[in-house]
């Protein structure tokens, strides 16, 4: 079984960075695709950000595309979200999620708080 900690949110201020974590526990999670989730107060939860198993395909949100990036250190069985040149709309509970692929996200950590300051 799968199970997911996040770490590294924060307050930031707008144009600032920030390094988020996500550990997982499980072999399966190897061959899991990761990926990032945020929600905004009121808002519904929104993709950030997902990278295959292998770790050689990514995609992003427009939203952030050139801002963030995603990636995997196989070893240590963790996906990383670096947040550089942050904004205030990118203040949100942001959430790891991983699965067997596809739509199918079937683990999800508990998230962690990034707030930016404009």
């Known amino acids: 079984q799968v199970q997911l900690v996040e770490s590294g949110g924060g307050l930031v201020q707008a144009g600032g960075s920030l390094r988020l974590s996500c550990a997982a526990s499980g072999r399966a999670f190897s061959w899991y695709t990761g990926g990032w989730f945020r929600q905004a107060p009121g808002k519904e939860r929104e993709i950030v950000a997902r990278i295959s198993w292998s770790g050689d395909m990514t995609t992003y949100a427009d939203s952030v595309k050139g801002r963030f990036t995603i990636s995997r250190d196989t070893a240590k069985n963790t996906v990383y979200l670096q947040m550089n040149s942050l904004k205030p709309e990118d203040t949100a509970v942001y959430y790891c999620?991983?699965?067997?692929?596809?739509?199918?996200?079937?683990?999800w950590g508990q998230g962690t708080q990034v707030t930016v300051s404009s």
């Open positions: 999620a991983a699965g067997p692929g596809g739509n199918n996200w079937s683990t």
